[in-house]
Nanobody, 116 residues
Framework: QVQLVESGGGLVQAGGSLNLSCTASGTTIYSINPMGWYRQAPGKERELVAS???????KYADFVKGRFTISRDYDKKAVSLQMNNREPEDTAVYYC?????????WGKGTLVTVSS
């Protein structure tokens, strides 16, 4: 059974930083399998934040504007998201995702609240 467990959410002031982590278990993960992060704000659809296969193949949403950095630890089956210069609009539930050969697995999400 594939499981993704996120951690690192919480309350942060605008302009502050936060690091989210996600660890997968229950399956073999290859570097070609994208791992990444989506978010869903209240009343809005879930949207891509960032995804990554290898270090030279990353994808970021336009709203990231260079503030976030995604990274992976392939030995630990983990993906992290360093978020700097947070804005109140970044308040959302952040979900980890694993795309394993076109089958998506999701974490339960971690809430990030940015106060102004």
């Amino acid at each position: 059974q594939v499981q993704l467990v996120e951690s690192g959410g919480g309350l942060v002031q605008a302009g502050g930083s936060l690091n989210l982590s996600c660890t997968a278990s229950g399956t073999t993960i290859y570097s070609i399998n994208p791992m990444g992060w989506y978010r869903q704000a209240p009343g809005k659809e879930r949207e891509l934040v960032a995804s990554m296969t290898i270090s030279t193949n990353t994808k970021y949403a336009d709203f990231v504007k260079g503030r976030f950095t995604i990274s992976r630890d392939y030995d630990k089956k983990a993906v992290s998201l360093q978020m700097n210069n947070r804005e109140p609009e970044d308040t959302a539930v952040y979900y980890c995702i694993l795309d394993r050969f076109a089958e998506n697995f999701w974490g339960k999400g971690t809430l990030v609240t940015v106060s102004s």
